[in-house]
């Protein structure tokens, strides 16, 4: 891939990433927001954080399935964005929801499922953005990185419970979601256990190799 096409789709990445936030932006400038504009913002966001955490998640399935490497330069910037969208998720239910009020805040935390995996989903992910930058991958060495970074399918297993438990009765679209991570997570295991079993008959080949001489 050039560094052109590379740009380019970077390019994609940010115009998709902020038209959603540019979108809301303007339905609350032209008073657009219904009769509940605190639900219309947080679900918007959280809708989105989805969205992009799956994306991001679907970067290396879907070089696995078509053999391609360019969607590996998109994950990091995805999963970036993923990680702004939840934190004003957040911010929104601390700032319009509670303003500010920590203990009710901790109270809800324990006492409604959905936002004690909602938590956890954000937790997930701070460390993920804190070593998103390249000194951080040559500091912590490849392989600590990479196991470190499987935390974004912890991320999305809560965030997708979260959407599950909230829902209302009728509700399709948190399915949709589960479906699509359900595929995600299946490819990984696929692709893994291949290379067990191609690394397990390497080594019965290797061990096997001096007998036959």
Request: aromatic fraction near 12%.
């Amino acid at each position: 891939m050039t560094r052109r096409t590379r740009v380019a789709l970077k390019v994609g990445v940010w115009a998709g990433g902020l038209a959603p936030l540019l979108l809301l932006g303007y339905r609350a400038w032209t008073d657009d927001l219904g009769a509940n504009p605190i639900s219309v913002i947080t679900n918007t966001l959280g809708d989105w954080t989805l969205r992009i955490l799956l994306a991001s998640l679907a970067m290396t399935p879907f070089r696995i399935v078509f053999g391609l490497s360019w969607p590996i330069a998109l994950r990091r910037l995805l999963g970036l964005f993923a990680f702004a969208y939840v934190c004003l998720h957040f911010s929104v239910w601390i700032v319009l929801d509670f303003f500010f009020d920590w203990p009710r805040m901790g109270a809800d935390i324990v006492k409604r499922p959905y936002i004690t995996l909602g938590m956890l989903a954000l937790l997930s992910l701070i460390p993920l953005a804190a070593t998103s930058t390249t000194g951080m991958i040559r500091r912590l060495g490849a392989r600590t990185w990479t196991r470190l970074h499987r935390l974004a399918y912890v991320a999305a297993v809560c965030a997708v419970l979260h959407y599950l438990w909230l829902a209302k009765v009728g509700v399709t679209d948190p399915y949709w979601y589960a479906g699509a991570l359900l595929v995600l997570l299946g490819i990984r295991v696929v692709d893994w256990s291949r290379r067990v079993i191609r690394r397990r008959a390497a080594a019965v080949a290797a061990s096997s190799a001096p007998l036959r001489s």
